[in-house]
């Protein structure tokens, strides 16, 4: 099978601080709301930092998810979801929309995961890891290395390979 490759160059992790990265180009008013509610009913998030990472370099994008802890993924009706496969690969720890494609990797283990309809549960999710994150709590500790085993399935090599096998079964090497 040929599939997408995640770059481990480019989305590893990095000194991560307690912050929110959002790709929010898609849906910026549902970012204004997420990010509004949840500060109104969770006030002790206030004070966290949100990172909005549209119209940068790739390469800044990487770094922005490197040094973050938690990514708010803003997926809407798309085919294959990158961007919170990026950020797995980062090492943060992932709240938000699957994206409808997000399905084919998108589980309990590795990440909260909500239908475009739920945005009450992706605010309550949110909330929900960044105290777990403060408390240094298992359970996100074990989302996030079950997110990052996730990504290791897109890697460069195994693309490759993927890429390599399906032309060989076309007879084309």
């Not at 970012?31 to 990472?53: D, M």
């Not at 990487?62 to 990514?71: D, H, K, L, P, R």
């Not at 589980?107 to 239908?115: L, Y």
Request: aromatic content about 8%; some cysteine; proline content about 6%.
């Amino acid at each position: 099978m040929v599939q997408i490759a995640v770059g481990n160059e480019i989305f590893c992790p990095g000194e991560r601080k307690l912050q929110i990265c959002v790709v929010p180009r898609k849906l910026p008013r549902e970012f204004e709301a997420i990010i509004g509610s949840l500060r109104l009913l969770h006030p002790t998030f206030v004070g966290i930092p949100t990172l909005r990472s549209d119209s940068v370099p790739e390469t800044q994008v990487g770094a922005t998810m490197a040094g973050s802890a938690v990514f708010l993924s803003l997926c809407h009706r798309e085919a294959l979801p990158v961007t919170p496969i990026e950020a797995m690969a980062s090492g943060c720890a992932v709240v938000g929309y699957h994206g409808w494609g997000g399905l084919d990797y998108a589980n309990a283990a590795n990440g909260r995961w909500f239908g475009h309809d739920e945005i009450e549960g992706v605010i309550d999710a949110l909330a929900e890891v960044l105290e777990g994150l403060r408390k240094n709590d298992p359970l996100i500790t074990s989302m996030i290395a079950a997110g990052r085993e996730t990504a290791a399935a897109y890697s460069p090599t195994k693309s490759e390979a993927g890429f390599i096998a399906a032309f060989r079964t076309f007879g084309a090497l």
